[in-house]
């Protein structure tokens, strides 16, 4: 398959045994969809910037849509990671391909990390809402701290 950006031949090779093709040139990579969050994981575990709740990321200039799919040629559908404009991505309804450039892959393990710090906020909130409600409303907490602190 060929780089939808600089039209040479895409090195193929692996992540956890899921094809994935990627341009010597301009270090853009095609991927599964499935493979898009392993991947943002094993980068956003190697960035030597911290990202927090508050970091603010800046909307990357989009390059604009790629021409086609590298391998049914038909249309990619260009669209917002995570539903914001920050990182404008190309996926492939037919084969499920996603095209990402390299800066995109970076931010948008940033986008995923400040999601799942996001998640783990509100869910401590919430846990430590339900404390707080134990406490006042009746003697249980006993049994809801024992249900955090041990596995069974
Ligand atoms: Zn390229
Ligand atoms: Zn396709």
Not at 38 to 63: A, C, H, Q, W, Y
Not at 88 to 104: K, L, P, Q, S, T
Not at 117 to 123: A, D, G, T, V, W
Request: one cysteine or more.
């Amino acid at each position: 398959m060929l780089c939808p950006r600089c039209n040479i031949d895409l090195i193929e090779g692996t992540s956890d045994e899921e094809e994935v093709n990627l341009c010597q040139k301009c270090s853009g990579a095609l991927i599964k969809q499935k493979m898009l969050i392993p991947i943002l994981k094993k980068v956003s575990g190697v960035m030597p910037d911290k990202v927090d709740e508050n970091t603010f990321l800046p909307r990357l200039n989009d390059i604009g849509a790629v021409a086609a799919c590298p391998d049914c040629k038909s249309q990619m559908e260009h669209y917002g990671y995570m539903g914001s404009n920050i990182v404008m991505i190309d996926g492939c309804n037919e084969c499920n391909w996603i095209w990402v450039d390299a800066r995109e892959l970076v931010v948008m393990a940033k986008l995923y990390t400040q999601s799942n710090l996001n998640y783990e906020r509100s869910r401590a909130n919430r846990m430590a809402k339900v404390i707080d409600e134990t406490y006042i409303n009746n003697d249980s907490k006993e049994s809801i701290l024992e249900m955090i602190l041990f596995d069974d």
